[in-house]
Protein backbone atom coordinates (compact mmCIF):
# COMPACT_ATOMS: atom_id res chain seq x y z
CA UNK A 1 0.00 0.00 0.00
CA UNK A 2 1.29 3.59 -0.74
CA UNK A 3 0.22 7.00 0.32
CA UNK A 4 -2.51 7.45 -2.05
CA UNK A 5 -3.77 4.34 -1.62
CA UNK A 6 -4.30 4.74 2.42
CA UNK A 7 -5.99 8.30 1.20
CA UNK A 8 -9.22 6.37 0.26
CA UNK A 9 -8.51 3.67 3.24
CA UNK A 10 -10.65 2.83 6.60
CA UNK A 11 -8.22 4.47 8.90
CA UNK A 12 -10.36 3.56 12.54
CA UNK A 13 -8.04 0.60 14.27
CA UNK A 14 -4.78 1.63 12.70
CA UNK A 15 -2.06 2.64 14.59
CA UNK A 16 -0.37 5.68 13.97
CA UNK A 17 2.39 7.90 15.18
CA UNK A 18 2.46 12.10 14.56
CA UNK A 19 5.64 12.85 13.50
CA UNK A 20 4.86 16.58 12.29
CA UNK A 21 3.51 18.74 13.65
CA UNK A 22 2.17 22.92 14.30
CA UNK A 23 1.92 21.84 17.91
CA UNK A 24 4.91 20.68 18.70
CA UNK A 25 3.56 19.21 22.36
CA UNK A 26 1.91 16.23 20.02
CA UNK A 27 4.74 15.18 17.85
CA UNK A 28 5.83 11.56 19.10
CA UNK A 29 2.19 10.84 19.92
CA UNK A 30 1.22 7.63 19.23
CA UNK A 31 -1.85 5.62 19.94
CA UNK A 32 -4.75 3.80 18.01
CA UNK A 33 -7.35 5.60 15.87
CA UNK A 34 -10.39 5.58 16.80
CA UNK A 35 -12.60 7.77 15.25
CA UNK A 36 -12.56 10.34 12.36
CA UNK A 37 -14.35 13.16 11.16
CA UNK A 38 -13.85 15.76 8.43
CA UNK A 39 -11.06 17.56 10.09
CA UNK A 40 -10.00 15.71 13.12
CA UNK A 41 -8.69 11.96 14.40
CA UNK A 42 -9.25 10.95 17.62
CA UNK A 43 -6.53 8.78 18.65
CA UNK A 44 -6.36 6.41 21.99
CA UNK A 45 -3.03 6.67 23.73
CA UNK A 46 -2.14 5.75 26.83
CA UNK A 47 -6.05 5.53 28.35
CA UNK A 48 -6.24 9.00 27.24
CA UNK A 49 -8.31 10.08 23.65
CA UNK A 50 -6.55 13.08 21.88
CA UNK A 51 -8.43 14.82 19.04
CA UNK A 52 -6.11 16.14 16.62
CA UNK A 53 -6.50 18.41 13.37
CA UNK A 54 -5.95 16.91 10.23
CA UNK A 55 -4.77 19.67 8.80
CA UNK A 56 -1.53 20.55 10.92
CA UNK A 57 0.16 17.28 11.25
CA UNK A 58 2.13 14.20 8.99
CA UNK A 59 1.51 10.77 10.64
CA UNK A 60 3.30 7.40 9.94
CA UNK A 61 0.75 4.66 9.90
CA UNK A 62 1.54 1.46 10.38
CA UNK A 63 -0.66 -1.70 8.17
CA UNK A 64 0.16 -4.87 8.59
CA UNK A 65 4.55 -4.62 9.01
CA UNK A 66 4.84 -1.52 6.44
CA UNK A 67 4.88 1.97 7.74
CA UNK A 68 3.16 4.97 5.80
CA UNK A 69 3.88 8.39 5.89
CA UNK A 70 0.77 10.92 5.21
CA UNK A 71 0.08 14.49 5.26
CA UNK A 72 -3.07 14.89 7.29
CA UNK A 73 -3.99 17.50 4.52
CA UNK A 74 -4.53 14.68 2.20
CA UNK A 75 -7.23 13.02 4.53
CA UNK A 76 -9.54 16.67 4.80
CA UNK A 77 -12.47 14.46 3.88
CA UNK A 78 -15.24 12.82 5.55
CA UNK A 79 -14.36 9.33 5.94
CA UNK A 80 -17.20 7.87 4.50
CA UNK A 81 -16.54 10.36 1.40
CA UNK A 82 -13.44 9.19 0.71
CA UNK A 83 -13.69 5.52 1.12
CA UNK A 84 -17.26 5.87 -1.31
CA UNK A 85 -15.33 7.53 -4.33
CA UNK A 86 -13.07 4.83 -4.32
CA UNK A 87 -15.63 2.57 -4.71
CA UNK A 88 -17.20 4.36 -7.14
CA UNK A 89 -13.93 5.16 -9.20
CA UNK A 90 -13.59 0.48 -9.36
CA UNK A 91 -16.57 -0.13 -10.03
CA UNK A 92 -16.34 2.89 -13.57
CA UNK A 93 -12.55 0.96 -13.85
CA UNK A 94 -14.05 -2.68 -13.85
CA UNK A 95 -16.60 -1.99 -16.73
CA UNK A 96 -15.50 -2.73 -20.24
CA UNK A 97 -17.26 -0.56 -23.03
CA UNK A 98 -17.97 -3.63 -25.23
CA UNK A 99 -19.50 -5.26 -22.07
Known sequence: M???ELEKHELIGLIC???KA???D???LRGKIIDETKNTLKILCK???KTILKNQITLNIKIGNKTIQIQGE???K???ERIKNERKNKKY???SKYA
Do not use: A, C, Q, W
Open 2 to 4: NPK
Open 74 to 76: KLL
Open 17 to 19: EVI
Open 26 to 28: IIG
Open 78 to 80: RPE
Open 47 to 49: NKI
Open 93 to 95: RNK
Open 22 to 24: KNK
